[in-house]
């Protein structure tokens, strides 16, 4: 007696198995790609989204196959179900970025100062020309102060050397690469400014009392410690350069920080999130006396 052969599933669900199985193989690939900086940013995202481009018609294809299955009894449910969850297990967390995208203020070079943001500059020397520029775009203060109220500067009653350091501290402990630090202001408090650099308001010897430098209050208002940073995303890999910026103002010590991307016109939301945190766990740490004093 002859076996009657068993038909081969529907085309549709073998379209949507082989979709989704290259979908998650591109994706997979573009992403240790971009994480580990083995490609260019560019060839990178446009490899992630062709991997998400096909994840896509995987899921369109798979919902076709339910469609013919169900009418016509049609072989393939296996696969087409198979296809359908890698499909959503490819396009979950792009849908997931896209709507943090989305609800989040598209600003990538985020200040505590906006009117007077602290340079980036081991970015400027660093940064290629396809990378985004290290000036602070001029209409974006305004912008800043109203989608990002939170964002300010703090003043603490705590000495800038013991910010710096409590500073440094935080930035290991987020595995942010510190690649400058510059102590601008401790030097302009030792030395004795020229008159081209002290302003017309800076008399020579108004700052000084019993016998200290001339014009070293004047100098700590000009000159800051400054300290810079390259924090990288944990899944793709972005870059955003830091730059702290810690002076003395009025016998306290004013903070004001600066986070800014890379790459790329969108960040959803880190570099709000680097200052923003930063600073509050900075904040928080400064003012407890055992940290301070470490």
């Known amino acids: 007696m002859l076996r009657r052969p068993v038909p081969p599933p529907i085309g549709w669900a073998r379209a949507a198995q082989t979709l989704a199985v290259f979908a998650f193989e591109v994706v997979v690939i573009s992403l240790l790609l971009l994480r580990f900086h083995l490609a260019p940013?560019?060839?990178?995202?446009?490899?992630?989204c062709a991997g998400l481009l096909a994840?896509?018609?995987?899921?369109l294809c798979a919902v076709i196959a339910f469609q013919v299955i169900w009418r016509k009894g049609e072989r393939g449910f296996g696969r087409a179900f198979s296809a359908f969850l890698l499909a959503i297990l490819v396009l979950a967390p792009a849908a997931i970025a896209a709507s943090l995208a989305l609800s989040v203020p598209a600003i990538v070079d985020v200040s505590t100062d906006p009117d007077d943001p602290p340079p980036l500059a081991h970015a400027a020397r660093t940064r290629g020309p396809d990378a985004n520029s290290t000036a602070y775009t001029a209409g974006l203060a305004a912008y800043q102060r109203q989608a990002l109220p939170q964002i300010q500067s703090i003043l603490l009653d705590v000495p800038p050397d013991d910010v710096r350091k409590i500073a440094l501290r935080l930035m290991r402990e987020r595995r942010w690469q510190v690649v400058g630090d510059l102590r601008f202001g401790e030097m302009a408090a030792r030395i004795r400014l020229p008159d081209s650099i002290r302003g017309d308001?800076?008399?020579?010897?108004?700052?000084?009392?019993?016998?200290?430098?001339a014009g070293?209050?004047?100098?700590?208002?000009?000159?800051?410690?400054?300290?810079?940073a390259v924090a990288s995303s944990a899944v793709l890999g972005t870059v955003d350069d830091i730059a702290l910026r810690i002076r003395g103002e009025g016998g306290k010590t004013r903070i004001d920080m600066r986070s800014a991307a890379r790459y790329g016109s969108y960040d959803f939301g880190a570099n709000a999130k680097h200052v923003q945190s930063f600073m509050a766990e900075l904040r928080d740490r400064a003012l407890t006396p055992d940290q301070a004093s470490q």
């Open 41 to 48: 940013l560019q060839a990178g995202f446009a490899a992630l």
């Open 216 to 228: 070293s209050a004047a100098a700590q208002r000009r000159f800051s410690d400054r300290i810079e």
């Open 55 to 59: 994840a896509c018609a995987a899921l």
């Open 201 to 213: 308001g800076d008399p020579a010897d108004s700052d000084t009392t019993g016998g200290g430098p």
